[in-house]
């Protein structure tokens, strides 16, 4: 071949295949990776057109995967039209005046977005009613989301906009009901939340493109170039009109990551549409990835599916949102052809559940183990029982968790499910160890984007400060383990480890450089790494060192 296009050299080059970094480089052709190689540059790899960059101690590896953000819902709270700080409320009246301040000095909007409260920020009180909100905005929808994305606190007109009374049924979740009988302002789970998400996103395409631009960027500078959008939306028009979007962004070369869309399970196991939408929208950049569903809810709201009754609630373990059949029916229908299933899954029940479902579906597609390789994933599994552990590599399911959880919850799981439970809550270490592949991601906006945080509270198990955050600081991981889920296995979750997620020849050169080793730096030290550069499909395109300009 000629000379490479670029080669990045240093003493920290981390493949992801192995556990310790070595001193060598990789070397770009195109969009590829032409090269690996320990020492020094091999004789005919470069010629006077290669550019080489030397970057010593500091550490060399694939660009980030993140297993699981929100894209489209992400890109608005990111920009100035949601209000975030409601994470800084600790009582409902302070998030009214956190969003009384958002309508201050956003006059224009013609809603008020709001993601970031949390019952256990608030001391665990009673969830309020649409009193409050309704008091400080008598003209103006407001739609204040919690953090877990699975409850809503709204106003009346946020109500009468999405057409919701006391005669509202969702498939699953919940219309609070006050004293006399009529919908009080809060909503529950995810039928209810997809209207609302839908309102997050509700601008003209010309200014989603921006706000998706925008958002690219931030995630380029801490070195993701490939996430996902994993809301399970239907898949109607308006999912077919946010695609041929994407594609257009890709075509114009303004879309600067690999993205994976997902639309919902459903319940009727009929897929014509989701095979012929794979088939349609898959190209390098952009495609639709398969299904998503939602077993359970959240244990903050008690909504999460849980074998043994809660602790502090013992009259209650939970109802799923559609019967086990249902998701059994799904599950054998879209892998016997070739779509792959995430499940959202917080308790041990709802696990167990998805679990089951991908061990029939296995039998039902001669697929035992998983051999096809069907990217096959739970979400969250925020709590297991002991008996599933290993059940992930027998059936070659993928566990995508999201470590930053541990820090956000916050210890709240040992007043919902007690100590004994808590001992597998977030089991990293016991996944790992059983042989499940691990893939990290954040979950953006429920916490944020930033790997480095992540990172750190997998080896941790520590708040940002230091502090341990579980009873079940065993369950700690390797950073060799944190950064291939970060790469590897986050790439499998999207069907993808033939691509992407390792530096071998013959993948796409989407590559990172870290401002230090991380393998020789103090674990607390993790948290203020930066990206230093990162390369998508073979070229720059963040470079701090020239003030992020490419």
């Known amino acids: 071949m000629n000379g490479a296009d670029l080669i990045l050299t240093g003493n920290s080059v981390f493949t992801a295949l192995d556990d310790v970094p070595f001193k060598g480089g990789v070397a770009i052709k195109g969009n590829r990776i032409a090269r690996v190689f320990q020492g020094e540059i091999p004789d005919g790899l470069a010629d006077e057109h290669t550019e080489i960059r030397e970057y010593g101690d500091k550490l060399i590896m694939p660009s980030f995967i993140d297993a699981h953000t929100h894209f489209s819902m992400g890109a608005a709270a990111s920009s100035s039209h949601v209000c975030m700080e409601l994470e800084d409320s600790s009582s409902p009246e302070e998030c009214v005046r956190i969003a009384k301040e958002f309508e201050r000095t956003h006059p224009d909007e013609k809603r008020i977005m709001g993601i970031g409260w949390y019952t256990a920020w608030w001391g665990d009180i009673p969830l309020p009613d649409k009193t409050l909100l309704d008091e400080a905005f008598p003209d103006k929808p407001v739609y204040l989301l919690c953090a877990d994305l699975h409850t809503a606190w709204v106003n009346t007109l946020a109500l009468q906009e999405l057409g ?84 257009q962004m890709e075509e114009n070369n303004t879309f600067t990551a690999r993205l994976h869309t997902y639309t919902n399970l459903g319940v009727t196991g009929n897929y014509e549409k989701e095979l012929a939408m794979y088939s349609k929208y898959h190209t390098e950049k952009i495609r639709y990835a398969g299904l998503k569903q939602v077993i359970d809810g959240v244990t903050s709201t008690y909504t999460g599916l849980l074998l043994e009754p809660y602790s502090d609630r013992p009259e209650m373990t939970c109802e799923a949102n559609y019967p086990k059949e249902t998701f059994l029916k799904c599950t054998k ?31 039902y597609a001669d697929n035992e183990g998983n051999k096809k390789h069907l990217p096959n994933a739970i979400e969250h599994i925020e709590n297991i029982h002991t008996d599933d552990i290993g059940r992930f590599k027998e059936l070659g399911v993928i566990a995508s968790v999201q470590p930053y959880h541990v820090t956000f919850d916050s210890n709240e799981k040992v007043s919902r499910i007690g100590m004994e439970r808590c001992r597998y809550e977030w089991p990293f270490r016991s996944l790992i160890d059983n042989g499940a592949m691990l893939a990290l991601g954040t979950d953006y906006p429920v916490v944020g984007l930033n790997p480095f945080k992540n990172i750190y509270a997998a080896v941790s198990r520590c708040d940002d400060e230091g502090n341990p955050t579980s009873v079940n600081p065993q369950e700690a991981i390797t950073l060799a383990e944190a950064l291939q889920g970060y790469t590897r296995w986050a790439a499998c979750a999207y069907g993808r480890e033939d691509e992407l997620g390792t530096l071998e020849k013959g993948k796409f050169a989407d590559i990172i450089v870290i401002d230090r080793n991380m393998f020789e730096i103090p674990q607390k030290e993790i948290q203020e790494c930066q990206v230093e550069l990162t390369v998508f499909d073979g070229a720059v395109i963040f470079d701090r060192e020239n003030d992020g300009v490419c």
């Open 164 to 247: 919701i009374d006391e005669n509202t049924k969702p498939e699953y979740g919940e219309v609070r009901l006050g004293e006399n009988g009529k919908p009080d302002g809060i909503l529950f789970e995810i039928d209810l939340m997809l209207p609302i998400f839908a309102k997050l996103v509700d601008y003209p395409l010309e200014v989603l493109t921006e706000l998706f631009g925008a958002f690219l960027k931030e995630a380029n500078e801490y070195g993701i170039t490939c996430l996902s959008d994993i809301t399970a939306a239907k898949l109607n028009q308006e999912f077919i009109t946010y695609m041929d979007k994407l594609i």
């Open 333 to 363: 229908s879209a892998n016997s052809q070739g779509l792959g299933v995430r499940y959202h899954c917080i308790g041990d029940k709802a696990v167990q559940w998805a679990l089951d479902c991908f061990e029939e579906a296995n039998l």
